[in-house]
Nanobody
């Protein structure tokens, strides 16, 4: 079992930056791919970014490519999402999730989820 806790969300102005953290419990963190997803009110949960077990491979949604960076520290059992040049359309609850083997862009394939952290970007 893996428990995930997100932090780092908040209310910021457009153009600002935030860094989200995803702290994981358990000894299996390095065996898990990590995904970040977000869900805005009235919308489906959507893929944001993902990183492979040892950080050698990453993927991003087109809407965040060039602005967001995903990373992980397997010693600290923590994953990060650095978000720069934030836009109002980035407003959502952000979730991290883990799965074994390779990452995917589909939330249905992830096994464990955090409870999310709210990011609000004002114009």
């Amino acid at each position: 079992q893996v428990q995930l806790v997100e932090s780092g969300g908040g209310l910021v102005q457009a153009g600002s930056s935030l860094r989200l953290s995803c702290a994981a419990s358990g000894r299996t963190f390095s065996t898990q791919a990590i995904g970040w997803f977000r869900q805005a009110p009235g919308k489906e949960r959507e893929f944001v970014a993902a990183i492979s077990r040892f950080g050698l491979s990453t993927a991003y949604a087109d809407s965040v490519k060039g602005r967001f960076t995903i990373s992980r520290d397997n010693v600290k059992n923590t994953a990060y999402l650095q978000m720069n040049s934030l836009k109002p359309e980035d407003t959502a609850v952000y979730f991290c999730a883990t799965k074994s083997n390779a990452f995917t862009r589909s939330p249905e394939t992830y096994d464990y989820w955090g409870t999310g952290t709210q990011v609000t970007v004002s114009s």
